[in-house]
């Protein structure tokens, strides 16, 4: 069959999406021509059909400092968060060979980013292989001191652009308040993007709520939370199972998606998660859980619901996870969490915090207003720290069932 793209853009890219980038402008350049030069404003994002484009800068000195290429297939992360955010080009771009890029506005890739599951991973893994390949250069290159350091400073703000994308994945205070009016999230990652998640839904007669820790710290646990979180959504819609059922389709997704390019997955690639689905009408839950627990309050006393020992992910033994209906009463507080709370150091001799007092700390706060609630862990949190690096990411939620509407 004749294809009018190269081979890796069939197996990167839906077929809804290659018909939309059949409709892109396609720039020509010969070799050697700059497309983009400093300071130039750029609108538009490249995505390389044919050829390479050679990333680079001018030393003081007048010398070529190379960042990186682009090949066919890829497009540029500079470029990308230059585009979004707006600013002016920080570097230069030149045609290694003649090349064609087809050219894709700001609106239209954020347009896809939300509705092309392959071209929000696309985004994803450009920013983890860039982000690799920059740290690479920075560790055996002889530029200038002064260069090395801007260097870093282009891959800080990527990732913090990074961050923002996870930012906006995550459910709004609005979404949630109005699904579940009285409630507190303590979310805090321990670098600039963060492998714990929470997610929150309703769909139908029913309310999905979940906390997440994925594999990982930083930017590899960022891109994790960011397959998660999209799987999570997949799952959701026109779901009609338990919290088990949900659990078992999300593991099914993480392990193919690991699996497809990386044959030496590991058992500790996926995530631990606590998912709960509110039938407000009915006054009950499901409960589901891979490792991680959840705590409910009733009436003073603290109740911990156990999860399955196994993660979202390969497991020497993977098996149906265990869906827990539970009954709720009015006032019924509900703590869904990561282990970042529990797991860190401090304290007087550099211990862990511990889930015991970390329970205690849960049951003794519980009849404080949320807002309270909140500001109470953070300040126990905080001073147990104390100028100990943290650990880890850290979420904990709080929610009231009150027959939510």
Partial sequence: MNKDFPEIFYQNFEKKLLKELRKRPVMEVKAGEDIFIEGMHVDVIPLVKQGKVMLYKITPEAETAHIYDVNQGESCVITYTTVVRGETFPARARAVGDSKIILIDRATSQKWFRKYPSWRDFIMRL?????HELIEQNELTTIQK???????????????????????????DEEIGRLVPEYFIFFRPRDIVSGDFYWVRQEKNRIFLAVADATGHGVPGGFMS???MAFIR???????GNAADFLNLVRDKVIEALSKNDQEQTISDGMDMSLIIIYPDEKKMDFAGAYNPIVIIRQGK????????????????NRSFTNKEIELEENDIIYMFSDGFPTQLGGAKGRKFMKKQFYSLLQRISDLPFDQQKKQLEQ??????????????????GIKFKKIK
């Fill in 127 to 131: 920013y983890d292989m860039r982000m």
């Fill in 234 to 240: 997949e799952t959701a819609q026109n779901f009609s």
């Fill in 226 to 228: 960011a397959l998660g």
């Fill in 302 to 317: 603290l109740f911990e619901v156990k999860g399955d020992k196994m993660p979202i992910g390969k497991f020497f033994n």
């Fill in 146 to 172: 002064k260069e090395i350091e801007k260097k870093n400073s282009e891959i800080i703000s990527s990732i913090r652009y990074a961050k923002r994308i996870q930012e906006a994945l995550l459910p709004e």
């Fill in 380 to 397: 126990t949190f905080d001073e147990w720290k104390g100028n100990n690096r943290q650990t880890d990411d850290v979420t904990v939620m």
